[in-house]
């Protein structure tokens, strides 16, 4: 029995130690907005936050979560940055197939809540994980350079 | 939760067609009504619903893979029905003939066909609606129908008098649906040709929007499988103990496509596959290697074969004469979404989900599969998490079908990415030789192509080889070069290395468009030409080439100097129906790396539907060429694919990503499609760059950074 907090509700859940917190999330408790895309921390889909971090959740055993707080795409509206990324990706309608905007929308948040004007530098370094197999990385840029924007005049 | 969102939308023809308070448009498609007379299979179906609040739901029988068509045809229906843009949904629609694609004659996505072949079916349903909802509105006013018009969701008497959509909804279900129905034109366009925003994003930020693998049953099983490792292999033996100790699975179960472990959720499936002990013969393919296929393919390209095109004397002769040979290799596609399907074999229906390109050909081949007729088929098309043409093919759905009929349980079947990489279903490798003849003063005079390839159509399982001998997809975008060479001669050679090919974003265009505009330039350069002028001199009768060529010069600024190290290469190509021309800004390290800098496009798809879908497809398609011409190669070695996953199957990322700007030619044409024509160009464009950079002809793909290093 492992304890963690998924978006503020704390859970207990069966599932082995080893099990990656991505199949915890999705399988268990049926949290799909989480994707899996590669498994082995290459491509990003998976990202979500704990402790405020952003991890790879398939590479992140459910044991390493214990204790801490897990915070998913779920529960992006409820947190102030959350909610500027998400206006700013509905704005510039960033989402193609929209696979991978969970983690981008994760990734980018992350790098918002730590830097309040990342340089294109400071998106390539937080984003350069995450891939997008629809190419939307320039409405990506776009959408974190105007959330940042929106954050700092208060909106 | 996806199970509820499934089994609503299942029923939701069913029922809002029997619901009171609201308007359903039964419409058929031209194929349909043609039918419908000859035999009993007219098939009435809805594509909209007009809610008494005045809320529109368009139906879509296509899937949305990211190429817009969620937008697009809710778009062209709300067009001819004067919609309040804001007051329109989309639903996706069941698997059902009436949804049919009228240029496949089936309903399935792909081809860049979405736009192209229901612009004029969707339309009609849009203005059938339209119409009968101004007879409505006339009935109760005892007015003249030519009296009404409408707008935004409104018909308006001349009088000032207004009724919306909603408060009509009921009337209008009572009217005849209008036999002529007349259609706006294009000077009339309200909400065609605007950048109208995309109805799928909304839920496509906040993690609700449901692709094939999230759906959830209850008591389905997730399988995942051992598949042989070489095309062809077979099973010997399993011993599958240690599969069976992991806690969480269930059942170990043989198909003819491999193993499979079905456990209670992905991660006790993945362990139990990976427990599995298999032995495999691999087979006639055990010594398959990527030097084999390029010599099998090389051999091919020199001994020629069917006569594609054949104009004038190829071999007259020339003053100067030029000859190269192109290679590009398999191409896995790397959908962001590792393929799944989820399926449920019941006593008498198959019940499915998945995110697929090809839901109507499912019916029938799940049916076979699963031992019922086609209609007992229930496909729910999840959102898709990329297509790219991978999820056209039946694999993943017919071996979920298997299982699920063998364990009795609803089966989710789950690739890995690893499995995915390996499951064949690639971009054909293939070699095209050219050769090329110039006058004395540098004019093209002859040119000459020898595609070796295999054949799609013959892998598809749904076409066949033409009588000619000529595969359509292996030499589009050669035999249709619209250079103006007074002679020309294009030639198929069919090779076979034994490896399941497929539909690869823009098919072949996505290789022949890189040799045949390598080619040009090269032909450019040998006479001394610029490669802008040079191919616009040849493209004098073909304007809509030419159009975009220059557009895409000019916005780029063709001629004009450049950051030092930088340099421009461009390329222009046609598929499925649309044109685009591309000058990429590239710059090569003393390494050999090379940097993308800027691409300049320019399209001419025709009439638009929505110009921000059109270049965000367009740059798109400039990621997924880029990402392919930089890194894309699928190799065997000893009958086994060598890739497996990003690392080694590495795509494009964000620190990648070059500045792109899309400009588009108004047109009155018929649309064109976009999910595909703006990749061809990309690969050319940068390797022309190259060569304008380094004087380095990139002959073979993916660009090896190696032979551009520097000493
Ligand atoms: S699924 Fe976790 S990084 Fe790809
Ligand atoms: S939107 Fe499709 S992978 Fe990013």
Redesign the pocket.
């Known amino acids: 029995m492992i304890s963690l907090s998924v978006n503020g509700k704390t859970i207990t859940v069966k599932d082995s130690p080893d099990t990656p917190l991505?199949w915890v999330l999705r399988d268990t408790l049926g949290m799909t907005g989480t994707k899996?895309?590669?498994?082995?921390?290459?491509?990003?889909?998976?990202t979500v936050h704990l402790d405020g971090e952003p991890v790879?959740?398939?590479?992140t055993p459910v044991s390493a979560a214990a204790g801490k707080k897990v915070v998913t795409i779920e529960a992006m509206a409820a947190n102030p940055v959350g909610r500027a990324v998400q206006a700013a990706w509905i704005k510039h309608d960033v989402p193609q197939c929209g696979y991978c905007q969970s983690g981008q929308i994760m990734g980018a948040s992350a790098l918002l809540s730590t830097n309040k004007k990342p340089s294109d530098a400071d998106i390539d370094a937080a984003m350069s994980g995450i891939v997008c197999r629809c190419g939307t990385y320039n409405q990506i840029r776009a959408a974190i350079k105007d959330a940042a924007h929106a954050m700092a005049k208060g909106g | 939760m996806s199970a509820i969102y499934n089994a609503s939308r299942r029923d939701f023809l069913k029922t809002s067609a029997l619901a009171g308070g609201g308007l359903v448009i039964g419409f058929t498609l031209p194929g349909a009504a043609r039918l419908a007379q000859a035999a009993a299979m007219f098939k009435p179906n809805a594509y909209l619903r007009i809610a008494s609040d005045g809320h529109v739901t368009v139906i879509c029988g296509l899937s949305e893979m990211g190429q817009g068509v969620h937008t697009a045809i809710p778009m062209l229906i709300a067009e001819e029905l004067d919609a309040d843009w804001s007051k329109i949904s989309v639903k996706q629609a069941p698997a059902d003939p009436a949804f049919n694609n009228p240029i496949f004659g089936m309903q399935a996505t792909g081809g860049s066909t979405s736009v192209r072949g229901h612009w004029e079916p969707m339309r009609k349903a849009g203005a059938a609606a339209r119409a009968m909802l101004v007879a409505a509105a006339a009935d109760k006013w005892k007015a003249d129908q030519a009296d009404c018009r409408t707008e935004r969701g409104m018909v308006v008497h001349k009088s000032g008098k207004k009724l919306s959509y909603g408060q009509l909804a009921d009337a209008a279900a009572r009217q005849a649906v209008p036999k002529e129905i007349k259609l706006k034109s294009a000077k009339e366009f309200r909400i065609l040709g605007t950048p109208a925003k995309r109805l799928d994003t909304p839920v496509k930020v906040n993690g609700a929007a449901n692709f094939g693998l999230d759906v959830h049953l209850p008591g389905m099983l997730t399988a995942l499988m051992a598949r042989p490792p070489v095309p062809g292999g077979k099973l010997v033996s399993v011993d599958d103990s240690k599969a069976k100790a992991i806690s969480g699975v269930k059942q170990v179960v043989q198909i003819p496509g491999g193993v499979a472990v079905l456990a209670e959720g992905f991660w006790a499936a993945k362990q139990g596959r990976d427990a599995l002990e298999i032995k495999w013969d691999d087979g006639a393919n055990a010594a398959l290697s990527s030097e084999g296929v390029s010599k099998m393919l090389a051999e091919g390209a020199a001994k020629g074969g069917a006569l594609a095109r054949n104009e004038g004397d190829a071999a007259a002769p020339a003053s100067k004469r030029l000859e190269a040979v192109y290679e590009a290799p398999y191409l896995a596609h790397a959908c962001m979404e590792p393929m799944n399907a989820t399926v449920w074999v019941k006593p008498d229906e198959i019940e499915v989900w998945a995110g697929t390109q090809s839901q109507g050909p499912s019916q029938g081949i799940l049916g076979k599969v699963g031992g019922v007729a086609p209609g007992k088929v229930k496909v729910n098309t999840m959102y898709l998490g990329g297509g790219f043409g991978r999820r056209f093919a039946p694999d993943f759905t017919v071996d979920a079908t298997l299982l699920s009929k063998i364990s009795g349980k609803p089966v989710k079947l789950v690739y890995t990415r690893e499995d995915d990489m390996k499951a064949y279903f690639y971009r054909p490798a293939s070699v095209t030789r050219f050769v090329g003849g110039l006058d004395a003063g540098g004019n093209a005079l002859s040119f000459s192509a020898s595609v070796a390839s295999p054949s799609i159509m013959e892998a598809s399982g749904f076409m066949k080889l033409p009588a000619n001998g000529v595969d359509d997809m292996a030499v589009e975008g050669i035999r249709d070069c619209p250079y103006d060479f007074p002679n020309l001669r294009v030639e198929y050679a069919r090779v076979e290395p034994g490896v399941q090919v497929w539909f690869w974003r823009s098919v072949g265009h996505s290789q022949n468009l890189f040799f045949i505009e390598s080619f040009v330039d090269e032909m450019a350069a040998t006479a001394g030409k610029d490669p802008y002028e040079f191919r616009r001199a040849l493209l004098v009768k073909q304007p809509r080439y030419k159009g975009v060529l220059e557009l895409a010069a000019q916005k780029a600024g063709w001629g004009q100097p450049l950051p030092a190290g930088v340099h421009r290469g461009i390329a222009v190509a046609q598929s499925f129906g649309s044109y685009v021309a591309e000058v990429a800004e590239v710059s090569v390290g003393k390494d050999g790396k090379v940097k993308v800098h800027r691409v300049v496009g320019a399209v001419d798809c025709g009439m638009t539907v929505n110009p921000e879908i059109v270049r965000r497809q367009v740059e798109s398609a400039i990621v997924y060429g880029l990402s392919a011409a930089l890194y894309g190669k699928i190799t065997f070695k000893d009958g086994r694919v060598e890739q497996s996953n990003f690392h080694d199957y590495p795509v494009l990322r964000i620190d990648e990503m070059p500045d792109v700007e899309v400009h588009i030619v108004a047109s009155g044409e018929p649309p064109g499609g976009m999910g595909e024509p703006g990749l061809p160009p990309i690969a050319p464009a940068v390797t022309n760059a190259i060569f304008a950079a380094t004087g380095k002809r990139v002959r073979k793909l993916p660009i090896d950074p190696e032979e551009l290093k520097q000493a």
Not at chain 1, 38 to 45: F, K, M, R
Not at chain 1, 56 to 59: G, H, L, V
Request: with cysteine; proline share 0%; aromatic share 6%.
């Open positions: 991505l899996f895309g590669c498994g082995v921390a290459l491509c990003g889909a998976c790879r959740s398939c590479t």
